[in-house]
C-alpha cells in the first residue's frame, strides 16, 4: 500500500463484499453447471479470490478444508507459472497432493485475471470428482498403500492456453477414469466458474482501476490480520496441549495420535505436532496443506468466527509439521482418507487445546469424521457410475448453546444428496434415513444427534466406507458426557447383520445392504443442570428416549409426556447437581 492514510474504511467494506460476491458467483456458477450430483446437489466444491502472488482475498462460504488449503496450490502453481508465464484465458490444472495438499479427487482449476496486460488477480475452484481411477470405483479404497492406487495425478500443466482448451489433456485423463461423462461435464464447470470469476473482476476493475482494486485487496488481508491480532488479545497467553487418536488407518486397527502443543504469543499462534505418530501404510496420511487448513479454521472458529478469511490469519500463525509423520508424510505415502478422518482428527486436537484457554468459545468434540460412503459397478447398460457421499454426524455442544443434529462440522459442510436423487442417478435403494436417538452426548447443552442412513444395492458393487469415533467416544467438556460412537453393519442378501470395521472396501452381491451410523457429538455442562423442559422437548423430538432421559438427565416423563416434578427432584437430589466450572478436567479424553 503506498499510503495508508488514504484507505477509505467505507470503500475497504465495500469492495471487500464486492470481492465476496464473484468468488460466491463462481461457486453458484460451479454447482449450477455441474454434472455429477457429488458437485451440483452436495457442493463438494469450493471457490476463491486471489492476489498476483498468490495471498487468500476471498472466498465463498464452501468447504472450510478446501479453502484453508487452496492457498497452498495456488502459491505452489505460481512458482512453476509465475507472471510472465500466464496469459489471459489460461487455466491450470492440477491434483496431486504433494503439490495441492488434498487428495486426487479433489481437481483444482487455476485462472489469472488480466486487466489491459497487467495481472490483478488469480481466480481458482476446487471439486470433488466421483471418480479419477485407481483401485476401487469412487478413487476411495481403504486398503491403498501407495498414491499411486489412488488413481490418476495430474501435475500443475496447462488445460487452456489464451482461451483455448487443450482436449487431447482432457482426452487422456478422461480415459483413465470410470465415470468420463461427468468428468467432461465437471471439468466444464469448473472452467466455466473461473471465466465468470475472470469478468466479474475486470468489470470491478473498470469501475475502480486496476491500481486502485489492487491496493484494496491487499488491504482486505491487512485488515484481516489486523482484527485476528484483536482478538488474540482475549487469549490468555500460555502453552496448550492436546492428544486424541485415529482409529487405524484401515490396514490395522493400532490407534494412531495426534498431538498439538499450542502457544499463545503476544503477536501469533504457534502450533507445533511434534509428538504425533509417523506416516501410516494405509490412506490417512495427511499432507502439510491439509494440515494448515485444519489449524487456521480452529484459531478462526475459535477467536474470532465472523472475521472473513483471508490470508492475514495466516500470517500470525506458524505450524510446524514434522516430515515423515501423519501431518507431513513424505511421498508417496497414500492420503485418500486423510481429508475424510485425520483433518478432523488435527482440527479436534487444536480444538482441545485451545479449551483449555478459553472453554466458554469452543465446542465438546463433534462426530469426528466426515464419513465417506462410496458405492461403485456399473449399472444400466453397463454403464460405469459411482456414488460418493460424506455424511455428518453430531455437532459438539458449547456454553450456552445445543450442538446441532445430523450435520458436519469443522472442516467439511457439504450437503447431503436427496433420497430421490440417489435412487435415480445409482442402481441403489435408500432403506432408511434419520437421526439416532441417544447418540447425543448428554449435558447441560447436549450434542448434537448422528445420522443412519441404510442402503441395498441392486447391483453387484464394490464398497468403501470410512469413518472415526466407532471405540473412542466424542469427548464433552466442562463435565459434559461423550456422544455415542459410530457404528457400521453390512447384510448380505441371505444372511443377517454383521458389524464391519470403521474403515473397510469390499465387493458386495446384488441384494447387500449396508447401514452406517454416525458418531453423535459431545455434550458440555452438568446434564442434571439441563432445564427439565428442554429434556422434555428432545424427548418428544425423538432425539433423547424416556430411558435416557431418566439415567441421564434425571428428568422422569409421564405417559402424557409432562414432567414428573416430583419423581425428577428426588433423582436429582440423589446426584446433587455439581457446578459444571469445577468439572472441567472430566471433559478432556485420557487414551493410553
Known sequence: MKDETKIDPITLEVLRNAIQSVAEEMGVTLTRTAFSPNIKDRRDCSTAVYTPDGALVAQAEHIPLHLGLMPTVVRKVLEIFPADRLAPGDAVIINDPYVSGSHLPDICIISPVFVRGRLLAIVANLAHHVDVGGMVPGSMSTAATEIFQEGVRIPPVKLCSGGRLNRELLDVLAHNVRTAEEFYG??????????????????????????????????????????????????????????????????????????????????????????????????????????????????????????????????????????????????????????????????????????????????????????????????????????????????????????????????????????????????????????????????????????????????????????????????????????????????????????????????????????????????????FLRPPEAVRQDVIDGLVSRDAAAEEYGVVLTEDFQVDIEKTCEKRDKHRAVPSSTQKSKGFPHYP
Open 186 to 527: 465437471d471439468i466444464e464447470a469448473q472452467l466455466s466458474a473461473n471465466r465468470v470469476g475472470c469478468k466479474r473482476l475486470q468489470e470491478l476493475a473498470q469501475k475502480t482501476g486496476v491500481e486502485m482494486l489492487g491496493d484494496y485487496m491487499r488491504e482486505v488481508i491487512n485488515y484481516g490480520e489486523r482484527r485476528f491480532l484483536a482478538a488474540l488479545r482475549d487469549v490468555p497467553a500460555g502453552s496448550y496441549c492436546f492428544s486424541d487418536y485415529l482409529e487405524g488407518d484401515g490396514l490395522t486397527g493400532d490407534l494412531l495420535k495426534i498431538t498439538a502443543s499450542l502457544k499463545i504469543k503476544e503477536r501469533g499462534i504457534s502450533v507445533d505436532f511434534t509428538g504425533t505418530s509417523p506416516q501410516a501404510k494405509g490412506p490417512v496420511n495427511a499432507t502439510r496443506g491439509v494440515a494448515l487448513a485444519c489449524v487456521y479454521f480452529a484459531v478462526k472458529a475459535v477467536l474470532d468466527p465472523d472475521l472473513p478469511a483471508s490470508d492475514g490469519i495466516a500470517r500470525l500463525v506458524e505450524v510446524v509439521t514434522p516430515t515423515g509423520t501423519l501431518v507431513n508424510p513424505r511421498f508417496p505415502a497414500p492420503v485418500a482418507h486423510a481429508n475424510i478422518n485425520t483433518a478432523q482428527r488435527i482440527a479436534d486436537v487444536v480444538l482441545g487445546a485451545l479449551a483449555q484457554a478459553v472453554p466458554h468459545k469452543v465446542t465438546a468434540a463433534g462426530t469426528g469424521s466426515m464419513s465417506n460412503f462410496t458405492i461403485g459397478g456399473k449399472g444400466i447398460r453397463q454403464r460405469y457410475y459411482s456414488y460418493v457421499e460424506t455424511y455428518g454426524g453430531g455437532q459438539g455442544a458449547k456454553r450456552g448453546q445445543d450442538g446441532m443434529d445430523g450435520v458436519h462440522v469443522n472442516m467439511t459442510n457439504t450437503l447431503n444428496t436427496p433420497v430421490e436423487v440417489i435412487e435415480m442417478s445409482y442402481p441403489l435403494m435408500v432403506e432408511r434415513y434419520g437421526l439416532v436417538p441417544d447418540s447425543g452426548g448428554p449435558g447441560e447443552f447436549r450434542g448434537g444427534t448422528g445420522l443412519v442412513r441404510e442402503i441395498t444395492v441392486l447391483e453387484d458393487a464394490t464398497v468403501s466406507v470410512s469413518t472415526e469415533r466407532c471405540t473412542i467416544t466424542p469427548w464433552g467438556l466442562e463435565g459434559g458426557r461423550p456422544g455415542k460412537t459410530a457404528r457400521c453393519l453390512l447384510k448380505a442378501p441371505d444372511g443377517g447383520w454383521a458389524e464391519m470395521p470403521g474403515k473397510f472396501t469390499s465387493a458386495v452381491s446384488k441384494g447387500t445392504a449396508i447401514l452406517l451410523e454416525t458418531a453423535g457429538g459431545g455434550g458440555f455442562g452438568n446434564p
